[in-house]
């Protein structure tokens, strides 16, 4: 009998590992993945000079913000759909350059293409902080009045540049 009563702190600890370990692996929305909230309000040094906002976009239309990176093996591999996502909303479609330098960011888009309006530099990652960035490449929509109407965590892909086309078509009341 006493050793049955011996093992139930035994049982008790796994029991509560356990449960710590479940709640620590499984993804929960926090609150840089939510929708509908501001973007960051912060300005940016631009590639081209100059200084760029998000909160609220340039011009008056729904806007792609995609963070991005020259060592970035996946945003070269989501970069196809950038150009494309370009070519069927031209001026709408930004980049953020994450932690890296301008030398290097020019040099990537020359070689892949630069479907981007213009190129914000973050060369610290305080930026992509702010967005609630989780690692690139991550692509935010804004809307005209600076709310982040979506947010695709990781490569785009044919599913989800859907569903981004779709928010940049939607009318906003």
Not at 45 to 72: K, M, R, Y
Not at 157 to 166: A, F, I, L, R, Y
Request: glycine share 10%.
């Amino acid at each position: 009998m006493k050793r049955w009563l011996a093992a139930i702190p035994v049982a008790l600890l796994v029991l509560f590992a356990g449960l710590a370990l479940s709640q620590l692996l499984s993804p929960k929305k926090g609150e840089f993945e939510r929708v509908s909230r501001a973007a960051p309000d912060r300005q940016f040094a631009a590639l081209d000079g100059g200084d760029i906002a998000f909160a609220p976009p340039p011009g008056d239309e729904t806007i792609i913000v995609n963070l991005f990176a020259s060592w970035c093996a996946p945003c070269e591999a989501e970069h196809p759909q950038l150009m494309a996502l370009s070519e069927r909303f031209p001026g709408r479609v930004y980049g953020v350059l994450y932690k890296d330098t301008a030398e290097n960011g020019a040099e990537f888009l020359q070689r892949m293409g630069n479907p981007f309006t213009r190129v914000a530099e973050d060369p610290d990652g305080q930026g992509g902080l702010d967005f609630g960035l989780t690692g690139v490449p991550e692509t935010f929509v804004i809307s005209s009045d600076g709310e982040i109407l979506l947010h695709v965590a990781g490569p785009l892909g044919p599913d989800n540049v859907k569903e981004v086309s779709g928010a940049l078509d939607a009318p906003r009341n």
